[in-house]
C-alpha cells in the first residue's frame, strides 16, 4: 500500500492511496495562496503601478514586485504518478475539490469522484463564482517570462521565494467546472460504497461545513481513515462522527486548524464588537469571505447581535455572483444540519435565521456592484463580499472606494491568507484593519484527544503537523507528539505504508458448507477439509463443490484425450498421527493377514506380510507400503492404515 | 436452514393499516403502523395482540421502520408505542420525521374532538412518540444493532417516501412501501440497485392497472375541470393535504396562467402553507427538475391558488377547491360535499384510491342515494369522475423494479387479493421467483441459503483453481493443509506406496529411464514429467526408478513411488 502526496498543503490536500489494486485519490485541493503574488484585478489605481523591469509582466507597487496579469493557481504535483489510472477520487469538503477540473479534465480520468450533495451543490457554487471573477475583467496576458530561473532568482521576494511556479495555471472555464463536476457520483454519510469489490468506502460527518466528510477505506481486514477538515465545535453542521473511525490500521491527518492560537468564539466576539464600533462612527465595515461557510455562521451571530448593539438599520450586503444560491442552497439541506437546525425544519421553519434578515429587508444580496445594488447602496454599511485574497472579485472595489478613509474598517475572518499579504498591494492604506481569523478546524489539543480515543496503529500527515510553526518555535503544544510518531509526507513524497495483508474473505456456498464434516482436533478447535473450486469474479471468491469426476477408466495411468480440459479431482487430505503397531496387526488378523513378521528398525518397524510377499514400514512419521502389482491388496491396506490417521 | 418470516398484521391481501412483521436472522422488525381509513372500530389498527399475547412490544421487536407519512402507514403509530407500550428505535426518514406529526395531530383532532370518541391518543402521546424516532437519510447504512442494518432508498410516492433494505448477514429483504416508479411534476421516481434481496415484499394497489400514460391523464384532468368551470359548476377535488395536492395544484396553476382563467382556486385547511413550506424545505427530496430551478423559482410558490374558507362554498359562480381528507371520509372535503352534491352541474374528481368503507369508495362504485348519519339520505346528482394520480407504481412499474433489485422470492401486500392474485401469476411465469400474497395474520416462511463466510491466507488465495485447503472453525480461517497442521501443532504422516515392475529391456539402466522419460512425454500430455539428474524420472510427483535385476541384466525393475496424496491415480 502507498500514499503519493501530491500536494504540500496541510489544508487543502490531495493524496494519491493504492491500495488492493484500487487507485483512490483523497481530496483535490487548490492551493490559491498563489494569486498573492499578482496584481489586483481590475486595475484601476494606476498611480501606484510602475514598471520595474523591461519585462511589463512586472510591476512594482506599494513597494513590491507583483505580476501583472491573470492569477493563477497552485496545482497539484502532476507528474508523480498517472492520473489517468485514478479509479476514484473522494471529496471531503467543498474547499478541497477545487482543484478538480485540472485533475479530471485533459488528463485521461476515466473514473468516478464521490461527495456528498451539499458539498457538489457548493462547491458548484464556488468554482463557479471563481469563473466568474476570472471572466469579469479578463486579461490577454499570461505572464511566463518571470518563472525562468534565471530571472526569478533575481526577483525580490515573496516572488523569489516562490515555489513551483511552473505548475501555476490560470482558472479553468465554466464548461471545464460542468463536464467535471457531471463525474461526480452522490454519496450520503454513512453510506457503504464498493468498489471493484476489493473496497469499500464510506463518508463520514466531519463537523467542518455543510456536507463535509471524512472517509473511510477498507476491506474485510484493513481499514483506513482519512481525517479531513474536521470540527467539533457547534456550528451549523452535523456533528463529527468519531467512533467509527476506530481499530484504523493507518489514520491519515490532514486539514487541521490553520490558526491554532485563535479561537473561534473569541474572534467572533471580536468581530462584532469592531463591526458595531465602526458603524457606530459612522464608517463602513468591509468582510472579504467566502459566499459559504462561516458566512452563515457570521450572520447569524449577527442576526442576534444586531438588535443588542443597536444595528437595526444598518444594511447590510452580501455581494457575490452566487449570493443568493448560497442562501438558498443553506436552507434546504436539513439532512446534513446540526440537531437544533434540523428541529426547526421540522416546524417548518428555515434552519438558519438569515432567511429572516433576507426578509425584513436587513439583509440583502447582489450578484455584483453593477446594477441594482449601485442604486440601492447606502453607508454606513456592512458588506460581506469576495475574494478573501483580495486579488480580485467586488472586493477590489471596495478597497478602493473605502480604503482611505480612517473611518472604515476591513475585518479578515477567513484563515487561509496571510492579511499583511493580502493587503500590500493597496498599502498605504487609511482604513483600519481587523484580523479575526475563523478557523473552526481540529486543533492540536482536540487532535490529540481524538487520537487517543480512536487508537490508529500509524498516523500520517503532513511534515508541517510534526514539528511547531516558524515563528512560534518554542510551543511544542502546537505539533502533534504521538508514540508511534507520525509519518510525515510533503509534497511529492511517495510513502510505503505499514501494512501487510494476511487474508482475504471467501464465501463457501451452502451447498459445499452442507458437505464439510468438521472433526474436533483439539478442544475447541474443529477443523473441516474443503476441497473445492475457487471461482473469482468482480474480486469476490466463492468456494463451490467440485464437479463431479468422469468415471475412472481401467488403466492405472489413464491416457487423457488431450483437448480435454483437465479435470479436477479432489485433492486428497494430509494425513496425521501415527499408526500403532498393536492396534494395526490386529487390524490385519481381522482382515486375514496372519503371517505377519515383524522387525524392529531404528524409526519403527518393518512388518513383512509373508503370504502376499509384501512390505509395510511403519514409522512415527511415515508409513510405506511396497507391494508388487496387487491393485486389491494395496486399497485394503492403504484403507487399514487410513483408519489409524488423522485427515486434514 | 435458515428461515426469514414475513407476517402482515395489516396490509394482508387489503389496502389499509399497513403493518408488516419480519423476522430475519434472530431480529425482529415491523414495516409500517398504519390505520384503516375504512373502519372506525377496533379493526382501525393493526392487531398487535399478536406479539404482545408472548411479551412486550419492546422485548419481541429489534426496531420499526416507517416508509411515507400517510395515515395508512403512520396512523397507529402513537397508539403502538404510547398505549400498547414500545420503547425501542422507531425508524422515518426526515421528511416523514417532519410531516407526520402533523397529519396525527389532524386524524386525532377528526376523531376526538369531532366525532367524540375517547379512548383515543393525546397529543402529548404524538410528542412522546415522535421522541422515539430516529431520523433516517437516504442510502446512509443504518446499524440498528451490531448485525441488523437497514438503508433507505428513493422511493417516489410522496415528499420523503423510502424503500427499506434490511440486511442481518448475508440475509436480506427489501421493503417497498408506496413507491412509483414514473416521475412526476414535483417527485423524481423510485430507484434501487441490484441488492438481490431473498424477498422483496412490494405494494401492489395497482396490481392489475397499467396506466396510459401520465400526459394523457393530466390532459383528461384539466378538460374536465375546464369545462366545468365554463358550464358555471363547482369542482371539488378530495385530496390529502401532502402528495397529491401539490401535484395537482402545480398541474392547475400552470394551466390557470397559460390559458389565463379567473375562476378562483382554493386550498381548504389552514395546512397548505404549511405544507408547501415543508416542500421548500425538503426540496432535495423532489424530482431533478424542481430541484435545480428552485433558486430561481420556487414551483411550490403558488399565484393562483388561495387559501378557502368556509363561507366561501357558498358563494355563487364556478371554482374549484382541493379539500381534506381524500376519501371523503370526514372532515372539509365531506361537508362541501354534501353542499354540492345535490347540483348536476358540480363535479367531483377523486384523483386516487378510495378505501372500502368511505363515502369516496360508495360513489365510485355508482351508489347515488348514501345514508348519513342521523337517518338522513343523500342525494348524488353532482358528476363524479375518478382520476388515478395516486403515485402508486402499476403492474408494469412493479415487474421493473423486480428487474431492478432482482429478489429470490416475492411478496405482495397492499392490494385487493383479487388483483393480486393475477400480478402473483404474471410475476412467477415472468421471473420464475416465488411469489406470496399472506392474508392478515398468515405466517410465510422463506428458508434462506446464505453462503459462509471464511476468512483465506493470502498465499492460499494465490495458488489457483483447485486447493485443498482447512477451515479452521474457531474462528473461520481458511489456511493450507500444511500450515493447519503447522498452527494445530500436528506432525504430518506420509503414506507412501512402492511397486515393482518388471520390464525386459536391453538397454543400460540410464539408456533404458530415458526411454522411459522419452515414451511418458509423449503418451502423457499435459503433466509434469521430469528426468532429474540423479537418475529418477517424476511424473509429477510420482517417482520412477530403474534397476537391473541382478540375475539378468536384460531384466529391469521400474521402482515406481507415490504418496498418498497424488489425485490422478485410483489407489
Known sequence: MKLYCLSGHPTLPCNVLKFKSTTIMLDCGLDTTSVLNFLPLPLVHSRIVLYLFIYCELKECAGRVFVDSQPEFCLPERELLDLSTIDVILISNYHCMMALPYITEHTGFTGTVYATEPTLQIGRLLMEELVNFMERVPKAQSATCWKNKEIQRMLPGPLKDAVEVWTWKRCYSMQEVNSALSKVQLVGYSQKVELFGAVQISPLSSGYSLGSSNWIIQSHHEKVSYVSGSSLLTTHPQPMDQSSLKNSDVLILTGLTQMPTANPDGMLGEFCSNLAMTIRAGGNVLVPCYSSGVIYDLLECLYQFIESANLGTTPFYFISPVANSSLEFSQIFAEWLCHNKQTKVYLPEPPFPHAELIQT????????????????????????????????????????????????????????????????PYQPLAMKCVYCPIDTRLNFHQVSKLLKEVQPLHVVCPEQYTQPPLSQSHRSDLMLELQPPPMPYRRCSVLNLPFRRRYERVYILPELANSLVPSEIKPGTSVATVSAVLHSKDNKHTLQVLPKPPPAPPTKKRKRVIEEPPVVLAPKPLLSGAVPLEAFLATLQKHGISEVKVEETADGHILHL??????????????????????????????????????? | MPEIKVTPLGAGQDVGRSC??????????????????????????????????????????????????????????????????????????????????????????????????????TSQMIK????????????????VD??????????????????????????????????????????????????????????????????????????????????????????LIPVFALGRAQELCILLETFWERMNLKAPIYFSTGLTEKANHYYKLFITWTNQKIRKTFVQRNMFEFKHIKAFDRSYADNPGPMVVFATPGMLHAGQSLQIFKKWAGNE????????????????????????????????????????????????????????????????NMLLVHGEAVKMEFLKGKIEQEFSINCYMPANGETTTVTTNPSVPVDISLNLLKREMALG???????????????????????????RFTCRVQLQDPHSDPDTLHRIYTHLKSVLKGYTIQHLPDGTVMVESIVIKVSSSAEDPNTKVLLLSWSYQVTFLRC
Open chain 2, 128 to 143: 412522546d412518540c415522535m421522541k422515539k424516532v430516529i431520523p433516517l437519510n437516504l442510502h446512509q447504512t443504518v446499524q
Open chain 2, 146 to 235: 451490531d448485525e441488523l442494518e437497514i438503508k433507505a432508498y428513493y422511493a417516489g410516492h410522496v415528499l420523503g417516501a423510502a424503500m427499506v433494505h434490511i440486511k442481518v448477514g448475508s440475509e436480506s429483504v427489501v421493503y417497498t412501501g408506496d413507491y412509483n416508479m414514473t416521475p412526476d411534476r414535483h417527485l423524481g421516481a423510485a430507484w434501487i440497485d441490484k441488492c438481490r434481496p431473498d424477498i422483496l415484499i412490494s405494494e401492489s394497489t395497482y396490481a392489475t392497472t397499467i396506466r396510459d400514460s401520465k400526459r394523457c391523464r393530466e390532459r383528461d384532468f384539466l378538460k374536465k375541470v375546464h369545462e366545468s368551470i365554463e358550464r358555471g359548476g363547482k369542482v
Open chain 2, 469 to 495: 485447503g482447512t477451515v479452521c472453525y474457531g474462528d473461520g480461517f481458511l489456511v493450507s493443509s500444511e500450515q493447519a497442521l503447522k498452527e494445530l501443532g500436528l506432525n504430518e504422516h506420509q503414506l
Open chain 1, 610 to 648: 509373508q503370504a502376499e510377499d509384501t512390505l509395510i514400514q511403519l514409522e512415527e512419521d511415515g508409513t510405506h507400503i511396497v507391494c508388487d502389482n496387487n491393485e486389491p491388496l494395496r486399497t485394503t491396506l492403504r484403507d487399514l492404515v487410513l483408519r489409524f490417521l488423522q485427515k486434514l
Open chain 2, 345 to 408: 352541474k358540480n363535479m367531483v374528481i377523486m384523483p386516487g384510491y378510495c378505501v372500502q368503507g368511505t363515502i369516496g369508495h360508495k360513489i365510485l362504485n355508482g351508489q347515488r342515494k348514501l345514508e348519513m348519519e342521523g337517518r338522513a339520505t343523500l342525494d348524488v346528482k353532482l358528476q363524479v369522475e375518478y382520476m388515478s394520480f395516486s403515485a402508486h407504481a402499476d403492474a408494469k412499474g412493479i415487474m421493473q423494479l423486480i428487474r431492478m433489485a432482482e429478489p429470490r
Open chain 2, 20 to 121: 408488516i412483521l419480519v423476522s430475519i436472522g434472530g431480529k425482529n422488525i415491523m414495516l409500517d403502523c398504519g390505520m384503516h381509513m375504512g373502519y372506525n372500530d377496533d379493526r382501525r389498527f393493526p392487531d398487535f395482540s399478536y406479539i404482545t399475547q408472548n411479551g412486550r412490544l419492546t422485548e419481541f421487536l429489534d426496531c420499526v421502520i416507517i416508509s411515507h407519512f400517510h395515515l395508512d402507514h403512520c396512523g397507529a403509530l402513537p397508539y403502538m408505542s404510547e398505549m400498547v407500550g414500545y420503547d425501542g428505535p422507531i425508524y422515518m426518514t426526515h421528511p416523514t420525521k417532519a410531516i407526520c406529526p402533523i397529519l396525527l395531530e389532524d386524524f386525532r383532532k377528526i376523531t376526538v374532538d369531532k366525532k367524540g370518541e375517547t379512548n383515543f391518543f
Open chain 1, 361 to 424: 429587508n436587513k439583509l440583502k444580496h447582489y450578484p455584483s456592484i453593477h446594477g441594482d445594488f449601485s442604486s440601492e447602496f447606502r453607508q454606513p454599511c456592512v458588506v460581506f463580499t469576495g475574494h478573501p485574497s483580495l486579488r480580485f472579485g467586488d472586493v477590489v472595489h471596495f478597497m478602493e472606494l473605502w480604503g482611505k478613509s480612517s473611518l472604515n474598517t476591513i475585518i479578515f475572518t477567513e484563515p487561509d491568507f496571510s492579511y499583511l499579504d493580502a493587503l500590500a
